[in-house]
């Protein structure tokens, strides 16, 4: 029971911590970099998409 309060625990501090980082940033590089994040996971996102119609439609 410890070992799974643990693990809440430190989920929810890793995605408090996270979701602080995506709020500031801190240069022009930071920036960039997000907007490629962004554009990565929306292409994942077509592409898995794609690949779903495809086998539905197979």
């Known amino acids: ?3 799974e309060r643990s ?4 989920i929810k ?3 408090q ?3 602080e980082f995506l709020r500031r ?7 960039k970099d997000r907007f490629r994040l ?3 996971l929306i292409a994942v996102i077509v ?3 794609g690949v779903i119609y495809y ?3 197979w």
């Open 25 to 31: 940033p801190k240069t022009i590089f930071d920036i």
């Open 47 to 49: 592409v898995l998409e």
């Open 55 to 57: 086998i539905k439609n």
């Open 1 to 3: 029971m410890q070992d």
């Open 7 to 10: 693990t809440v625990l430190r």
């Open 13 to 15: 501090n890793f995605l």
């Open 38 to 40: 962004l554009l990565l």
């Open 17 to 19: 911590a996270f979701s």
